[in-house]
């Protein structure tokens, strides 16, 4: 050990030795990267599923103020979901935000989910990770993950708080509306108007002098109104 620590380089050597092999075993762990709120890396969703989900996803942001986070992964670096799920948390930096993540992970033939939420979220919910668990777990033991997810947000919309500020959404949309309506009334009345007045003009008004015309019933025993013109005699019907 002494020749070895003797030459200043072999010493340099040594001691980055000693500190690979003294460093924690999990510092070098790399997880997913996000490719959006939705980042479906087992390839799970179709378009129309993605679109859906994102659409779910906006919906919960408007209602709740929260984001949610959807990992969907076939490769783990980590003992466990959870740990995965907390890696991930973090890595993406969502501790300090409002949000929700949920991982869903497959390991050989079977499915697992972790969600967790950050602690303002918590604050506000309430144990919320647990409880979404609990409600997409027998849809992910029987690999329906799409129906875990519509589970998911299903389970979000039910809160109080969700419920709360849906009504209030629906009761400032008809409020909207109402208030739209006399608007929509000031441009109809003149456009009615208008055309009342144009065919008032088009059929009592003479089109050679601008003489209103003179309504009779036809001579021929028609029946049928004619409109004539005292003044140029031009005469329309019978």
């Known amino acids: 050990m002494r020749t070895l620590l003797a030459h200043p380089v072999r010493a340099v050597a040594a ?23 939705l980042s479906d890396y087992g ?29 969907v992964s076939w490769e783990n670096p ?38 967790v939420a950050s602690a303002s979220a918590r604050t506000e919910l309430g144990a919320i990770g647990p409880r979404l668990e609990q409600r997409m777990a027998d849809l992910v033991a029987h ?19 969700a419920q709360k500020a849906s009504a209030a959404l629906a009761a400032q949309r008809r409020s909207s509306g109402q208030r739209g309506l006399p608007a929509a ?12 007045l144009a065919g008032l003009i088009r059929w009592r008004v003479c089109p050679r002098c601008a003489r209103i015309l003179r309504a009779e019933r036809s001579r021929f025993g028609s029946g049928k109104r004619v409109y004539s013109c005292r003044r140029c005699g031009y005469r329309r019907g019978g």
Do not use: C
Request: proline content about 5%; overall charge negative; hydrophobic content about 55%.
């Open 15 to 37: 001691a980055l030795l000693l500190v690979v092999l003294s460093a924690p075993h999990g510092a070098a762990v790399t997880v997913p990267s996000p490719i959006g709120k």
């Open 43 to 71: 390839s799970v969703f179709d378009r129309h599923g993605k679109d859906e989900v994102n659409a779910a996803i906006a919906d919960i942001a408007t209602l709740l103020k929260i984001d949610v986070y959807i990992l």
């Open 78 to 115: 980590l003992p466990t979901v959870d740990q995965l799920a907390e890696a991930v948390f973090s890595a993406w930096g969502l501790s300090s935000r409002r949000a929700i993540l949920a991982v869903f992970l497959r390991t050989g033939q079977d499915w697992t989910v972790s969600a």
């Open 143 to 161: 690999d329906r993950i799409e129906e875990a997810v519509r589970a998911m947000f299903d389970e979000l919309r039910s809160l109080p708080a």
């Open 185 to 196: 009334l000031l441009v109809a009345v003149p456009v009615v108007l208008v055309v009342i």
